[in-house]
């Protein structure tokens, strides 16, 4: 009788025991089913992005829409794959520099904001929805996006000045701001850049200050020039120059005036931002040099050492393409140091690499020679 009582007991035990266990299955399953409601619920809306001079941009997780307003913005969005998330641009995009509207896709199509770097007209910027804002460091324009809640990237530099390898570094920001698809076309071309430093440094760098010629670089206008808060000093020095203009306070569109430049008496003249974006045409620029005889004191003028750099889908100074002004700047001023360097070849490749377009030979020479397309007057 005693085992039958205790074998009913353990049966009971069991069955208590089985039902337990079921109840605590179905709580951990009901629990991890809570947890994973809750994380669903808690995935986040947007994401930071660190820029240049370290300040924190907040943008949304997945950027579908930009506005590339600033002026390397469409450039540096073109290059990264992105065209496509453009909705808007400045005005001066649509026609200030032709080579863009033969190469890129959309820009025909693409509103274009006026007034885009001075007075925003906010209610039309919110009207097409931008995800993210790329901006000059305009703080008073900046400042009126945010306060609408739209996220900005203002171009910014690295703490201590503008230095030559912003130039990758803010493409990358760039990268991060759009997507991860755009970080690894960041990446090659940050190894590119790299690469042709490297390649202009092994042989400029251990060339002696009595070698090196002046090298004076207006932006604009004739006297019109970079301080050394600009990388333009250091472009020039790690192209084997002596840049005239290294000690000017300030960064771009320093003003000078006739009597500094005869005495800086630089052996070439590079003139930059001509026949683009509203300014002189290299003609004009080159023939206001030849009809001032105050000009023709130069050593670059008698030497007819003047030369218009190219332009191409944008200023090859203020953009993505600054790796190719330096190398063309070497090449110009050191051709025998430089026979084996090829500019038309690295110009086709860049385009093809980065612009995914195939220039021909004309119309890479075109571009060389600071001519537009064909089609173009």
Not at 54 to 67: D, F, M
Not at 122 to 132: C, H
Not at 316 to 339: E, R, V, Y
Request: aromatic letters at 8%; charged letters at 25%; one cysteine or more.
């Amino acid at each position: 009788m005693y085992r039958r009582e205790d074998k009913m007991r353990g049966k009971s035990f069991r069955k208590v025991a089985v039902l337990m266990l079921i109840v605590f299955t179905l709580g951990v399953l009901a629990g991890c089913g809570g947890r994973e409601k809750v994380q669903q619920e808690a995935l986040p809306e947007t994401r930071t992005v660190t820029n240049l001079d370290g300040s924190e941009i907040v943008v949304p997780v997945e950027v579908k829409k930009v506005a590339a307003l600033f002026g390397p913005s469409y450039e540096k969005v073109v290059l990264l794959g992105a065209e496509d998330k453009i909705v808007a641009n400045g005005d001066f995009h649509i026609d200030g520099w032709p080579w863009s509207n033969c190469i890129y896709k959309r820009l025909n199509e693409v509103p274009g904001v006026p007034n885009a770097h001075t007075s925003l007209n906010i209610e039309e910027i919110l009207k097409l929805s931008p995800d993210v804002v790329f901006y000059w460091d305009n703080p008073q324009e900046v400042k009126r996006l945010q306060e609408a809640n739209i996220a900005v990237v203002p171009a910014v530099s690295a703490p201590g000045g503008q230095k030559l390898e912003d130039c990758k570094n803010m493409l990358m920001v760039y990268a991060q701001v759009l997507g991860k698809d755009e970080e690894k076309v960041a990446t090659e071309y940050a190894k590119y850049f790299d690469e042709k430093v490297r390649m202009i440094s092994a042989v400029t760098a251990n060339i002696p200050e009595n070698e090196r010629p002046k090298v004076y670089f207006a932006m604009q206008k004739l006297l019109w020039t970079a301080g050394k808060a600009s990388d333009m000093p250091e472009l020039i020095k790690l192209a084997g120059g002596n840049c005239v203009h290294q000690d000017l306070i300030g960064g771009g569109k320093n003003e000078i005036n006739m009597e500094q430049l005869l005495k800086w008496n630089p052996d070439f003249i590079f003139v930059d931002h001509a026949g683009s974006s509203g300014n002189a045409s290299a003609e004009e620029v080159v023939g206001a040099i030849s009809d001032d005889q105050r000009f023709k004191q130069l050593t670059a003028v008698q030497k007819e050492q003047v030369r218009v750099c190219p332009t191409g889908v944008f200023f090859w100074d203020a953009g993505q393409q600054k790796i190719l002004l330096l190398m063309w700047i070497a090449k110009t001023i050191h051709p025998n140091k430089f026979k084996d360097l090829d500019m038309q070849t690295e110009l086709k490749d860049f385009y093809k690499k980065f612009f995914r377009y195939n220039l021909s030979d004309d119309q890479a020479q075109r571009i060389l020679m600071h001519l537009p397309p064909n089609d173009k007057p």
